[in-house]
């Protein structure tokens, strides 16, 4: 990567088109673009790290990415989650090269460099080396500018001057409490970090899961004939649904059926739940919209669905790849036996090899296999569904659309240009 001063910037409104619903196919294709994405879409955003149940203890640690920057996320010796960049200030390399654990300090094993659970610098091999210049307050491991928590989920942003997170998930908060809130204990994330690499560029997941329910019936067919009762047909709860979609202006989206019919969760969950209490809680209309079998995205790449306990995030390698790492999460106060129901039913539709994962997973592959054709990338797309629809329904906080719309998609390539088009932090001339 040069440097973002070295770099020639790419102006990408001639790329989006939300007014008419077109969309070029060189947004996912692109290097520079993509370059350009990781310095004004991943480094200015609020991005998610992981759950709060994975450290409980001092010096427990896991690693993750942020866009392609590598990160280390600690609870340090004040029980403070701390995150920090993942690689040497001496000569680069990773100082963490495990997934997770607990430790004292990240020793770096080219030369020996330690950094304590804050990324202090903490001690250095023959430092007698070294003259009155040296400044060993100075060479810690970069921390993030901001980190807070919302209801368990962990993000940080390297933004010093992005709004809080609050302000930045906005009304998509009342509808993440739909998964996020059913309980009162909360919730935690078990069976580990299921992670797989896919071919695609990462805005093809990110924004399937703010807009696209539109695929549901056709994509997965096999799989509703699989869930169907008579195993004759698909489940029309799903497959022909009322609903809306939530279209956020800062480029979140979320797509739900409004049918009671529609709840397709693990059997053993469903008989869990006390239905009357969760309307008393999160209210009739939330029971009954986002709560039950939708998609969410949180701008730019964390997705989760309510329903399969599924919260994922599209980690970005290259225009034309993506990690897909995701977790189970589950409400705190669930009974064993109900937890392992909703891990499986996680497993078999939404992990690596689920019935509805492994369809997903095709398409965006399908897709971006073809895309680099000078003829086909030159071929822009629709996205033309629900033009004119959205507004204030009257029942959802914030703007939504009909549930089979691109109208969340639009917005979330709005957001996306907005801010590939503006100066980000780092860009900005004092
Ligand atoms: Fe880490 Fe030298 S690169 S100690
Ligand atoms: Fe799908």
Redesign the pocket.
Known sequence: HRPAALTPTVDVSSLIDTTNGVVDRAIFTNREIYEQELRRVFAPSWLFLGHVSQLTKKGDFFTTYMGEDPVIVSMDQDKKIQAFLNS?R????R?CRADAGNTKAFS?T????AFDLQGKLQNVPNEAGYNEKFDREAWGLVPVAQLDTYRGLIFATWNPKAPPLPEALGDMAWYMDAMLNRDPEGTEVVGGVMKWVLKGNWKLAAEQFATDWYHVNMSHASALMVLSPTGKGPVSGIANTPGRQYVDPQGHGAGFPTHPKSRFDAQAVHEHYDYDALRDRLGAARVEGPMTTGHATVFPNFSYLPVNGSIRIWHPKGPDEMEVWAWTLLDKSMPPEVKEAQRLYNLRTFGPSGIFESDDGENWSEVQAISHGFITNNTPLNYQMGLGSERHDGVYPGTTSELYSDAAGRSFYARWADLMNTPAWHEETE
Not at 90 to 93: D, E, F, K, L, T
């Open positions: 040497c001496h000569r680069g390399a100082v770096c080219y030369h020996g460099w």
